[in-house]
């Protein structure tokens, strides 16, 4: 259980002035502003209430949150009234009890209290209070449902309304207007017809509604629920597991219901109050675990025989990779070889895959994905900074005063970091988005610089650039924490916001405007993602983000820094345990005599001492013939490398390919061998989000067929290979990964279970973790300024190619959809690939909006529906990744950044084509 929420309260420590008071004669103390109701629960006093969440402004309809405070005239309602130094109150007595009982009758009374048959009975507030109290549903006569027979009606796909369990608390339609921000809900009707329903009642699939499932969690009866899951158990005979969210990098904490009987997981849901999350998820998080059971997983081994895949034993598989790897090394050496690891898998399975590279096999051959999308942001804030991670943690943005976005979408590609921007927006602080694309946040930002693709730099050297003249730079801070400050003004004298404003398309005052605003922010925090890093200039991009932190002394302090939002759930652990070509465990050099000395000894092998490849250089050494064998676990290359006809060819050239997946991905159907690994609610160990917290992924389920955990096959395989690895569990890898790198060295499974996870650095087992980066010191001693030039996309626009062509993601989807697309709610919400497009730019090419059209570019084409807006710049289109059938990288450039080979996947020349009619 997580301890008690005490928003809105700032969680900034030095914020916090404590009020001391006396709840049911026991003293308690928490931060001003808390209210008597919060107040009371983190004392472990719980007084009753049924419209109350801690993450909406008190609503006050149930009543029952009613207590005595000392001199008050009558009762006050705990949920809004805050806490005064020296208040005395009664949270519980027989005049209250009986108060609350007699409310709870008159709610009874308009209530279809069918517990017997209802799912939420054993998790409702209702149902709870009413035994609490021994109210009687009847005292006012029997309840005859007025509304829907039968009582269940469908808002839309995912989500069920049942008008006859409803008590009108509103917290629904709160946290819809509030919180999500999406005012897709209301109240319609009057009196004792009063329901829940859309605006207009509209189907809820055309407002604004995301399908967040918050309405469902913070419902305290049974009047909404998740469609899936009605009629397949009570909450009281489910079993409720804890974990952490499989999609994006928040490192969202979800409860996963499930029915112990079936190995099925009923329903998902989370907690208010619950770190980093606080209780929220989005439509990926709610509703997308329906992949885990999905009849399309992979059962058992397959071994490629005369051309097709056929089922194998584990003995038979095993036995095959041993032979072929055994052999290729041999022959080749083993640099012949590579592993590609996965940023969906723990962080115990990340280091185990790694290890069998380098103490095993004997190569550096090893990469994640990484490298397509925050690789940049390793090597560029590691340059700078001395340190590759975000710098602060999630509950931070809600006390950020200045908010500046720049390449990064997080209502749909980070949706909790999307809510927590919008918890800041609602107090008042200022945004500013640099985005060719208009999106959720744009249209909401204070100021939006809808710059032309791959026009970062410019923009931001003619920011920083304005800040200098203008005086508004922290120069004490450049002084005293800083290095090469004076090469990096230099080049400044080239980039004027004239210049910058020309080549950028935005206007020069736009651009003033917005670097007063940052640099004046008290404070200000940076937020990026792939807009900045998937450029074959993505490392110069990050480097420059951090010279604009560090040139206006925005970092080293709360709520202030350079954020990079991770794109998948464990990108950022795959990293930290070394699954990189050039860095061991915790980002120690494999070059460090004294760091092969503490590994060679531990893993009792010689470390191989020559460099590695990444992924692209693996995909290319394969078409070369000079990588013949490849080990893939859990990432699908031919889905997302760009220029994916080439991939294909690339990888269909290696001698022995292993995929280790729980689909038969578009990479596994290439394979000689294919492994069944398990899904996150089928096995244990970590994920690292974000904001560097390590948290716990706990079994929720058993795997399907002969799958196995994936940890437990790569034991396998080492065995296989000659060199067997003695762990009994996950927590067991873990204490070997602290034991060697000393920026996790006190954390532990125990620990990260006993704190709500761990943010490192945390070095020692006396540690609390670390919740922002660089105070008072960088970790490279001082933030080192580049002077960085502006590079223009290696492919612009031509007469033939006369379009910008850059990609994305959606809310509703996650890479390339074999996860996502498994799940009804949001095949029905995102079901094909599209493009969106200008109005002006459509009206050129004479397409009509949901036509079908194709981008070519000089590597191929594809088809998808038009969206025609204005959400795109005319000489821009954006496509979505997500759908294999119509794959955005078939269209992609394979140009890559030098320095991490990260690919310029928002950056082509493309042109558009109408299609005939049925085309």
């Given at each position: 259980?997580?301890?008690?929420s005490l928003?809105?309260v ?7 002035k ?6 049911d004669?026991?003293?308690?103390t ?5 209210s ?16 109350h969440?801690?993450?909406?402004e ?9 207590v005595k405070?000392?001199?008050?005239r ?10 005064a130094?020296?208040?005395?109150v009664?949270s519980e007595d ?7 009982r007699?409310v709870?009758?008159?709610?009874l009374?308009?209530h279809h ?5 209802c ?7 209702l ?7 021994q ?5 006012f006569?029997v ?12 808002l839309?796909?995912g989500?069920?309304y ?5 008590i009108?608390?509103?917290l629904?339609?709160?946290?819809c207007?509030?919180?999500q ?6 109240f ?9 329903s859309t605006?207009?009642?509209?189907p809820?699939r055309e ?12 419902c ?9 899951a ?12 804890r974990?952490?969210?499989?999609y ?5 904490q979800?409860?996963?219901y499930?029915?112990?009987h079936?190995?099925?997981i ?10 980093v999350?606080d209780?929220?998820?989005c ?18 081994p ?19 990779i041993a032979?072929?790897?055994?052999g ?14 996965s940023?969906?898998?723990t ?10 590279a ?9 990469d994640?994905c990484?490298?397509s999308?925050?690789?940049p942001s390793v ?6 900074f001395?340190?590759?991670a975000?710098?602060?943690s999630?509950?931070?943005i ?6 500046f ?8 590609a ?14 008042g602080a200022?945004?500013?988005?640099c ?11 204070d100021?939006?610089l809808?710059?032309r693709?791959g ?8 920011m920083?650039?304005?800040?200098l ?12 924490r ?9 080049n400044?004298?080239?980039f ?7 080549e950028?398309?935005v ?13 004046k ?5 940076i937020?990026?993602t792939?807009g900045?890093t998937?450029h ?5 991009n ?6 604009l ?8 302090k ?7 939002l ?11 345990m ?13 070059s ?7 590994f060679e ?26 990588l013949?064998a ?7 290359l ?9 991939v ?31 899904a996150?609610a089928?096995k244990?160990?970590?994920?690292a989000?974000s ?16 799958a ?19 762990y ?5 890898v ?10 996790f ?5 125990r ?6 996870g761990?943010?490192w ?8 973790g670390t919740r ?12 080192r ?10 492919e ?6 006369p ?9 509703y ?5 074999s ?21 002006d ?24 529906r038009?969206?025609?807006g ?9 496509m ?5 059938e119509e ?5 992609t ?5 030098p320095?991490?080979?990260t690919?310029e996947?928002?950056?082509c020349?493309?042109v ?8």
């Amino acid at each position: 259980m997580n301890p008690v929420s005490l928003h809105p309260v700032s969680p900034n420590p030095a914020s916090r002035k404590p009020v001391s008071l006396t709840i049911d004669g026991r003293a308690v103390t928490v931060p001003a502003g808390t209210s008597v109701l919060l107040a009371a629960q983190s004392a472990g006093i719980d007084v009753p209430h049924l419209c109350h969440d801690p993450r909406v402004e008190p609503i006050g309809a149930c009543r029952l949150c009613s207590v005595k405070v000392e001199g008050a005239r009558g009762l006050v309602a705990a949920c809004g009234q805050q806490v005064a130094p020296g208040m005395v109150v009664t949270s519980e007595d027989p005049e209250l009890a009986e108060r609350r009982r007699h409310v709870l009758e008159l709610l009874l009374s308009e209530h279809h209290a069918s517990c017997a048959n209802c799912d939420r009975s054993g998790d409702c507030r209702l149902q709870d209070y009413a035994y609490r109290y021994q109210a009687d549903p009847h005292r006012f006569g029997v309840y005859v449902p007025k509304h829907t027979a039968p009582n269940y009606t469908a808002l839309d796909q995912g989500i069920l309304y049942d008008a006859d369990k409803c008590i009108r608390c509103g917290l629904c339609v709160k946290y819809c207007e509030t919180v999500q921000m999406a005012e897709a809900l209301t109240f319609t009707w009057r009196a004792d017809r009063l329901v829940v329903s859309t605006p207009g009642d509209v189907p809820l699939r055309e407002t604004d509604c995301e399908f967040c499932g918050g309405c469902i969690r913070v419902c305290p009866t049974g009047a909404m629920l998740d469609r899936g899951a009605a009629h397949h158990g009570r909450a009281a005979d489910l079993k409720k597991v804890r974990t952490t969210c499989a999609y994006c990098g928040v490192g969202c904490q979800v409860d996963l219901y499930v029915d112990p009987h079936k190995n099925r997981i009923v329903r998902a849901s989370a907690e208010p109050g619950a770190t980093v999350n606080d209780g929220n998820l989005c439509v990926k998080g709610h509703f997308g675990f329906e992949f885990v059971g999905s009849p399309a997983r992979l059962r058992q081994p397959l071994i490629r025989r005369d051309g097709e895949l056929q089922p194998a034993s584990w003995d038979e598989a095993l036995a095959l990779i041993a032979e072929r790897l055994g052999g290729i090394r041999q022959r080749h050496g083993a640099d012949a070889l590579a592993f590609v690891s996965s940023a969906r898998c723990t962080n115990e399975e990340n280091y185990l895959l790694q290890k069998i590279a380098r103490a095993v096999v004997g190569t550096n051959n090893v990469d994640n994905c990484a490298t397509s999308c925050h690789a940049p942001s390793v090597a560029g804030l590691a340059e700078s900074f001395g340190s590759g991670a975000m710098t602060n943690s999630t509950v931070e943005i809600r006390d950020c005063k200045v908010l500046f976005l720049i390449g990064a979408n997080p209502t749909e590609a980070h949706p909790i970091f999307g809510l927590e921007m919008k918890r800041a927006l609602r107090a008042g602080a200022k945004l500013i988005v640099c985005d060719p694309r208009r999106t959720w946040m744009a249209k909401h930002a204070d100021l939006h610089l809808q710059h032309r693709p791959g026009t970062d730099n410019l923009l931001l050297n003619a920011m920083m650039r304005c800040i200098l003249d203008e005086g508004l730079a922290d120069l004490a801070f450049v002084e005293a924490r800083c290095e090469g400050f004076a090469e990096f003004r230099q080049n400044l004298e080239g980039f004027s916001i004239e210049r910058a404003a020309a080549e950028c398309g935005v206007d020069a005052e736009l651009l003033r405007a917005a670097a007063r605003l940052y640099a004046k922010g008290q404070p200000s925090a940076i937020y990026y993602t792939l807009g900045i890093t998937e450029h074959a200039c993505g490392t110069d991009n990050v480097k420059n983000v951090a010279n604009l932190a560090m040139l206006c002394g925005q970092i080293g302090k709360w709520a202030s820094g350079v954020n990079p939002l991770r794109g998948q759930n464990n990108v950022q652990g795959a990293c930290d345990m070394g699954a990189m070509p050039h860095k061991l465990p915790g980002y120690q050099n494999w070059s460090d005599a004294a760091v092969r000395t503490r590994f060679e000894q531990a893993w009792q092998s010689p470390l191989p001492q020559s460099a590695g490849l990444r992924i692209p250089m693996m995909i290319r050494g394969a078409g070369q013939g000079t990588l013949k064998a490849l080990y893939v676990m859990g990432q699908d290359l031919v889905a997302t490398e760009p220029n994916q006809s080439d991939v294909v060819e690339e990888l269909q050239a290696l001698e022995f390919l292993v995929v280790q997946e729980i689909f038969l991905t578009e990479t596994a159907k290439l394979a000689h061998v294919v492994l069944p690994g398990a899904a996150f609610a089928e096995k244990d160990g970590t994920f690292a989000c974000s904001e560097r917290r390590l948290q716990l992924v706990r079994k929720a389920v058993e795997p399907p067929g002969e799958a196995k955990a994936d940890w437990e096959i790569l034991l396998l395989v080492a065995a296989a290979l000659g060199k067997p690895m003695a762990y009994r569990n996950p927590a067991q890898v873990y204490d070997e990964l602290a034991s060697l790198a000393p920026v996790f060295g006190g954390i532990s499974h125990r620990r990260i279970e006993a704190h709500h996870g761990l943010q490192w650095p945390c070095p020692d087992s006396h540690h609390p973790g670390t919740r922002f980066l660089h105070e008072g010191r960088f970790t490279r001693g001082k933030g080192r300024f580049h002077a960085i030039a502006h590079t223009p996309p290696r492919e612009e626009p031509t007469p033939e190619f006369p379009l910008i062509l850059s990609t994305g993601r959606t809310l509703y989807n996650y890479n390339c959809g074999s996860m996502t697309r498994k799940t009804a709610v949001i095949d029905a919400k995102d079901p094909g690939n599209f493009v969106e497009i200008h109005r002006d730019t459509a009206k050129h090419y004479g397409i009509e909006p949901d036509e079908k059209v194709a981008v070519r570019t000089a590597r191929g084409r594809v088809t998808g529906r038009a969206v025609v807006g204005e959400r795109v710049r005319p000489d821009t289109i954006w496509m979505p990744f997500h759908f294999a059938e119509e794959s955005a990288n078939l269209v992609t450039n394979d140009v890559f950044d030098p320095v991490t080979a990260t690919a310029e996947y928002k950056c082509c020349a493309a042109v558009l084509e109408k299609l005939p009619q049925g085309g």
